[in-house]
């Protein structure tokens, strides 16, 4: 299996049939299952919590790479960890304690992820990357689905690269946003190796749409 990953997100599934909808995934041969959680206040959408992901994880064997857009993620740690999240990756701009909440959510028994928004450096994350197990860059700005990926990160994800390299490191670097069988191309040449992808593979064949993924992966 190559260590390329993809990630639907389930925020562009069908909200009233999860259980179906994550056996569907199942059957894509895809990896994980990227769970988008809003809470009205760090992006103005809201979207669902750890009683969610509670409920969906009786029906899935997937990694549940769960993605919090909210303030103060250091409060929810222990509920995500109960909940059944495999990664749960914070943002850098929502906590003064990126530091201490990374080690929190790999103590929780979490694999830790921290997350940066298009317009924030590099530079912000540098000091932390040795406790991440995933840096996930957004290729879009946070909070709602269905936007077109910014074509400039991909400089950024190539200079996260080679950060990586010189500090002897191995996170995974994951891009979310406007990922589909063109700009996936873009991310992947860069560096990336998990790939978000949300209306791309839920708005029409959803097998279609992996395969088209993983063709530009193992090409």
Known sequence: MSHYKIAPSILAADYA???TELKRLEE???EYVHIDVMDGHFVPNISFGADVVAAMRPHSKLV???????????NHIETFARAGADIMTIHAEATVHIHGALQKIKAAGMKAGVVINPGTPLASIEHV??????VLLMTVNPGF???AYIPEM??????LAKMRQEKGL???????????DKTIRSAKDAGANVFVAGSYLFKSDLQTGV???RAVLND
């Open 17 to 19: 049939n999860f259980e």
């Open 28 to 30: 894509t041969g895809v």
């Open 64 to 74: 549940f790479d769960c993605h919090l857009m909210v303030s103060n993620p250091e």
């Open 129 to 134: 990357l040795n406790l991440a197990d995933q």
């Open 145 to 147: 689905g269905g936007q």
């Open 154 to 159: 991909a400089d950024k994800i190539a200079a």
């Open 170 to 180: 191995d996170f995974d670097i994951e891009v979310d946003g406007g990922i589909d």
């Open 211 to 213: 395969n088209a993924l």
